[in-house]
């Protein structure tokens, strides 16, 4: 079991439905990330949260907003999304910005 | 921009062969991390390096730090079907960014 927790595991929505990505971590990490992978590539850095405060923005388009309640919860916020942001999105955390991360299972995303 | 070039991108070999597999880059790393990622799942952490030169075993598979700390490699010794999966190399660079290779698909053959 992964101890990073993504909800939900799938989403289905239209171009002009809001909805939000949770992930959720219990190791005491002050570093969260939030990652974008299409089928058979690497995952794409969007953001960086540390210490609660937005590091890295990766010129993410602003129809993803990040959110970082406290430090254990990371949430991304989808507004109007395009069928090529259908993607597997995912959440890791790790103890300090430079260190080893640790990934939930992802939510897969499908935009009609 | 850093970038970490992974080869090979795809791998099919036979249980009980041995492999390896490559991470190149020409910008200095603090740290690299490999992990191993299987369909529907997100990656999973298998090993961070930190000093150059630095090798580190975990049962079946080593990992190699290169001198200069810019390459890395991981050799399997006699592969099993569960070793089937995406290999991902990462580099740390002192910005707080993780760079990710292009990823290694591995295919073990019963």
């Known amino acids: 079991d992964t101890e990073v927790t993504q909800t939900p595991k799938h989403l289905v929505m239209g171009m002009t439905n809001k909805k939000s990505l949770k992930c959720e971590q219990h190791?005491?990490?002050?570093?969260m990330y939030w990652y974008k992978q299409k089928a058979k590539k690497p995952p794409e850095l969007m953001f960086v949260y540390s210490y609660e405060k937005l590091s890295i923005n990766e010129s993410v388009p602003s129809r993803f907003s990040p959110e970082c309640p406290n430090s254990s919860l990371l949430n991304l916020h989808l507004h109007a999304l395009q069928p090529e942001d259908s993607a597997l999105y995912l959440c890791?955390?790790?103890?300090?910005?430079?260190?080893?991360?640790?990934f939930g299972d992802g939510t897969r995303l499908s935009i009609l | 921009t850093q970038l970490l070039e992974q080869s090979p991108q795809f791998l099919s070999i036979q249980e009980g062969e041995n492999l390896t597999v490559y991470c190149n880059s020409s910008s200095v790393f603090s740290s690299l991390q490999w992990y191993r990622q299987e369909p529907g799942e997100g990656p999973v952490l298998l090993v961070t390096v930190v000093t150059g030169g630095e090798v580190k075993k975990l049962k079946r598979l080593t990992f190699q730090f290169g001198d200069a700390r810019k390459d890395s490699s991981l050799h399997i010794t006699a592969a099993q079907p569960g070793d089937t999966g995406l290999y991902l190399c990462a580099g740390s660079s002192w910005a707080g960014k993780s760079t990710f290779g292009d990823g290694t698909t591995l295919t073990v053959k019963p």
């Open positions: 190791m005491g990490h002050r570093a």
């Open positions: 890791a955390s790790s103890q300090a910005l430079l260190g080893p991360q640790h």
